[in-house]
Nanobody
Framework: QVQLVQSGGGLVQAGGSLRLSCAASGRTFSTVAMGWFRQAPGKEREFVAVITRNGGSTSYADSVRGRFTISRDNAKNTAYLQMNSLKPEDTAVYYC???????????????????WGQGTQVTVSS
């Protein structure tokens, strides 16, 4: 099992930046791919970014590519999502999630993730 605890988020003006953190405990963090997803009111949860267990590969949604950066520090058992040039349409609850990653692949489907953080609100004002 992996327990995930998120921090960061909050209210920021358009064009600003935020960094989300996701601290893991339990099972070996380095065996788990980490993803970030978000859900706006009335919308389905959507993929934001994912990083393989060793950090060797990343993948991003088209809507955030070039603005957001996913990273991880396996020594600290923590994953991050750096969000720059934020837009009002980025407003959502953001979730970190983990899944076993035996083949070091990037998986954007939230339904395949087993471990979830508690979620954190990100609000971008115009």
């Amino acid at each position: 099992q992996v327990q995930l605890v998120q921090s960061g988020g909050g209210l920021v003006q358009a064009g600003g930046s935020l960094r989300l953190s996701c601290a893991a405990s339990g099972r070996t963090f380095s065996t788990v791919a980490m993803g970030w997803f978000r859900q706006a009111p009335g919308k389905e949860r959507e993929f934001v970014a994912v990083i393989t267990r060793n950090g060797g590969s990343t993948s991003y949604a088209d809507s955030v590519r070039g603005r957001f950066t996913i990273s991880r520090d396996n020594a600290k058992n923590t994953a991050y999502l750096q969000m720059n040039s934020l837009k009002p349409e980025d407003t959502a609850v953001y979730y970190c999630a983990g899944k076993s990653d035996p083949f070091r692949t990037t998986v954007p489907d939230y339904r395949l993730y087993n471990y979830w953080g508690q979620g954190t609100q990100v609000t971008v004002s115009s």
